[in-house]
């Protein structure tokens, strides 16, 4: 059982069920279960997801109508919406977030127990949307972690219940008991720790398309994170 | 006073009347859009016409303050910043609109406060958005931008996209959260 393998496992645990078999020599008699700690651990996360509703807009509607006996996201074991974060291990952030309530979305954001995960809802809240303004953040990527993102104006029941699949496939691949996330999102984060330290105008590209935002080019040319945007 | 003749035609009869009688010509200019009577004030004028409005003539609400940034502005000679009022009489159901420009570099008005309580958030509002200052208001500070905000959103010379203060936040990374 060692801590850190559950990558190669390939989730839906627990597994092999039924006949005695015979894995790399050792005799594993009938009714046993052969998996991984983490395995098990992830498997038991991703199903009971506890959302905190971070919801500003009109995106909360359809996160209300989600938690609602029509589309009943209970189905997916992730009922139990906890207005306070610290109940809480998802973020779902629905609904644009002015620049004034971004220290309250981080300080809930480091108010919620490991391990956490955080959906981005919606074009407000992934992009900034139609409010391209002074007031409003231009995508809560670039201030917290996020783990799913979900297009729509607003999006419909379905995508949300499809991001909360995505987001289980996600900790079923990546949860780990010592706290490691997914390689792709290690990288990224070392990436945005490289870049925050640089003075503003001179971050550093790692690789192709994130000059600008990540994967998203602006249309009015590269983007320079944190310096004067008023071209 | 005027008869009621000349009210069934111009609901504002009584009221320019009583202008007329307590200040002589000359203090306001007027103009019409549609049934909107707007007068025109210098700001020296403001407090004592705005209290003769509501003690003499009952306007009793101070229905909306707003301000205007005109910088840029087609064909425009008066101030760069105009402050309307909007008056109502609670009685006859009359609307009067007051307008009064002030202009850089230090735009400053007398408050409004003194003669309607309402007028305490909507003067913060206007000092937020524009920086007009209201001498004489009880709290004047920032309604709704933030306090560390230091610009004034809705003058004509400030980006639409902001000076960079929707970036100015640190960047929670995974590890450290």
Redesign the interface.
């Known amino acids: 059982m060692a801590i850190g393998s559950s990558r190669e496992s390939h989730g839906h645990a627990p597994g092999r069920m039924g006949q005695g078999s015979v894995t790399s020599g050792v005799e594993v008699p009938e009714n046993t279960i052969l998996t991984t700690i983490d395995s098990v651990v992830s498997w038991c996360r991703k199903f009971s997801l506890w959302p905190m509703p971070f919801a500003t807009a009109c995106c909360g509607i359809e996160l209300m109508a989600v938690g609602a006996s029509r589309f009943d996201i209970a189905r997916f074991g992730a009922e139990v919406m906890r207005f306070s974060p610290r109940q809480c291990d998802l973020m779902i952030v629905a609904g644009r977030v002015a620049m004034k309530m971004l220290p309250v979305l981080q300080r809930i954001w480091l108010q919620m127990p490991e391990p956490k995960w955080c959906i981005s809802m919606g074009a407000c809240a992934s992009t900034g949307g139609v409010f391209d303004t002074y007031a409003v953040v231009q995508g809560i990527d670039r201030f917290i972690p996020v783990d799913v993102y979900i297009p729509g104006c607003p999006p419909r029941p379905e995508q949300i219940l499809r991001s909360i699949l995505d987001l289980q496939a996600k900790v079923q691949r990546g949860g780990t008991l010592s706290g490691l996330g997914l390689p792709e999102l290690i990288e990224r984060e070392r990436m945005l720790e490289e870049k925050r330290n640089q003075p503003p105008g001179f971050a550093l590209a790692r690789e192709r398309g994130d000059e600008d935002r990540f994967g998203y080019r602006l249309p009015g040319g590269p983007g320079t994170l944190g310096v004067d945007e008023s071209r | 006073m005027s008869t009621a003749t000349n009210q069934a035609t111009d609901p504002h009869a009584a009221t320019l009347a009583t202008l007329a009688r307590v200040f002589g010509d000359g203090v306001f200019g007027m103009s019409h859009f549609r049934d909107n009577l707007r007068l025109f004030l210098p700001p020296s004028r403001l407090i004592e016409v705005l209290t003769v409005l509501r003690d003499e003539c009952r306007f009793a609400l101070l229905a909306e303050l707003g301000a205007t940034d005109y910088l840029g502005y087609p064909g425009w000679t008066r101030a760069r910043f105009e402050v309307h009022y909007v008056l109502l009489n609670l009685d006859t159901a009359e609307r009067l609109v007051i307008k009064t420009g002030v202009d850089d570099p230090k735009p400053e008005l007398p408050s409004a406060v003194p003669l309607w309580l309402g007028a305490d958030w909507m003067e913060r509002e206007v000092f937020d958005m524009y920086g007009i200052t209201f001498t004489g208001h009880p709290d004047l500070r920032r309604i709704l ?2 306090d560390e905000f230091t610009a004034f ?1 809705l003058r004509k010379d ?18 450290e ?1």
């Not at chain 2, 639409?160 to 929707?166: A, D, K, N, P, V």
């Open positions: 931008m933030p959103p400030y980006p639409l996209r902001g000076r960079g203060e929707r970036h100015n936040f640190p960047r929670l990374t995974r590890e959260s």
